[in-house]
Protein backbone atom coordinates (compact mmCIF):
# COMPACT_ATOMS: atom_id res chain seq x y z
CA UNK A 1 0.00 0.00 0.00
CA UNK A 2 1.77 3.34 -1.25
CA UNK A 3 1.67 5.92 1.86
CA UNK A 4 -0.72 8.33 -0.73
CA UNK A 5 -3.60 5.46 0.05
CA UNK A 6 -2.70 4.88 3.59
CA UNK A 7 -3.13 8.58 4.18
CA UNK A 8 -6.27 8.71 2.28
CA UNK A 9 -8.09 5.41 3.78
CA UNK A 10 -6.57 6.86 7.28
CA UNK A 11 -8.10 10.20 6.75
CA UNK A 12 -11.34 9.75 4.94
CA UNK A 13 -13.25 12.56 2.85
CA UNK A 14 -10.86 15.12 2.51
CA UNK A 15 -10.90 15.81 -0.85
CA UNK A 16 -14.42 15.45 -1.65
CA UNK A 17 -17.56 16.59 0.49
CA UNK A 18 -19.79 13.54 2.08
CA UNK A 19 -22.16 14.08 -1.28
CA UNK A 20 -19.27 13.87 -4.09
CA UNK A 21 -19.37 17.70 -4.19
CA UNK A 22 -14.95 18.87 -4.78
CA UNK A 23 -14.11 20.02 -1.51
CA UNK A 24 -12.69 23.49 -3.52
CA UNK A 25 -12.92 24.81 -6.68
CA UNK A 26 -10.59 25.03 -9.03
CA UNK A 27 -10.15 28.44 -9.34
CA UNK A 28 -8.46 31.75 -8.45
CA UNK A 29 -9.23 33.80 -5.42
CA UNK A 30 -12.20 35.78 -5.97
CA UNK A 31 -11.89 37.33 -2.58
CA UNK A 32 -10.26 40.94 -1.76
CA UNK A 33 -7.72 40.59 0.02
CA UNK A 34 -7.11 37.19 -1.68
CA UNK A 35 -6.79 34.38 0.79
CA UNK A 36 -8.15 35.90 3.69
CA UNK A 37 -7.93 32.26 5.48
CA UNK A 38 -7.33 28.93 4.80
CA UNK A 39 -9.39 25.39 5.84
CA UNK A 40 -9.10 21.95 5.06
CA UNK A 41 -11.62 19.17 6.34
CA UNK A 42 -10.96 15.48 7.15
CA UNK A 43 -13.25 12.74 8.09
CA UNK A 44 -15.98 15.55 8.73
CA UNK A 45 -14.16 18.03 10.39
CA UNK A 46 -12.84 21.56 9.13
CA UNK A 47 -9.38 21.95 10.20
CA UNK A 48 -7.07 25.45 10.13
CA UNK A 49 -4.65 25.26 7.79
CA UNK A 50 -1.83 28.20 6.88
CA UNK A 51 0.01 29.27 4.39
CA UNK A 52 4.17 28.06 4.75
CA UNK A 53 7.24 27.59 2.86
CA UNK A 54 6.86 24.06 2.65
CA UNK A 55 4.17 21.22 2.58
CA UNK A 56 3.76 19.12 5.26
CA UNK A 57 3.79 15.35 4.78
CA UNK A 58 -0.39 15.55 4.81
CA UNK A 59 -0.47 18.02 2.87
CA UNK A 60 1.94 17.47 -0.18
CA UNK A 61 -0.75 16.87 -2.91
CA UNK A 62 2.32 13.86 -4.28
CA UNK A 63 1.72 11.70 -0.83
CA UNK A 64 -0.87 13.68 1.18
CA UNK A 65 -4.95 13.47 0.93
CA UNK A 66 -5.42 16.97 2.19
CA UNK A 67 -6.34 19.81 0.24
CA UNK A 68 -7.01 23.53 1.31
CA UNK A 69 -9.59 26.26 0.15
CA UNK A 70 -10.04 29.47 0.81
CA UNK A 71 -13.00 30.41 3.69
CA UNK A 72 -14.49 33.21 1.71
CA UNK A 73 -14.69 31.98 -2.08
CA UNK A 74 -13.24 28.24 -1.13
CA UNK A 75 -11.25 28.23 -4.20
CA UNK A 76 -8.30 25.65 -4.05
CA UNK A 77 -4.86 27.22 -2.74
CA UNK A 78 -2.34 27.05 -5.45
CA UNK A 79 0.51 26.81 -2.94
CA UNK A 80 2.31 25.26 -0.06
CA UNK A 81 0.54 25.21 3.56
CA UNK A 82 0.55 23.35 6.45
CA UNK A 83 -2.27 22.56 9.23
CA UNK A 84 -0.91 24.90 12.85
CA UNK A 85 0.91 23.22 15.29
CA UNK A 86 -2.36 22.71 17.88
CA UNK A 87 -5.09 22.20 15.36
CA UNK A 88 -7.76 19.91 16.76
CA UNK A 89 -7.20 16.34 15.77
CA UNK A 90 -10.00 15.03 13.02
CA UNK A 91 -10.94 11.77 14.63
CA UNK A 92 -14.50 11.33 16.51
CA UNK A 93 -12.88 10.05 19.71
CA UNK A 94 -10.62 13.25 20.10
CA UNK A 95 -13.38 15.40 19.54
CA UNK A 96 -15.24 13.62 23.03
Known amino acids: MSIRETFTDL ?6 T ?3 ASFA ?12 GLETTANG ?3 PAEASSH ?3 LTNPEIGP ?3 RCTGCRARY ?3 WVIPPGAPMPFDWAQE
Do not use: D, H, I, N
Not at 11 to 16: A, E, I, L
Open 11 to 16: FKRTTK
Open 18 to 20: AAG
Open 25 to 36: VEQLCQCSPAWP
Open 45 to 47: YVL
Open 55 to 57: YSV
Open 66 to 68: FVA
Open 78 to 80: PRP
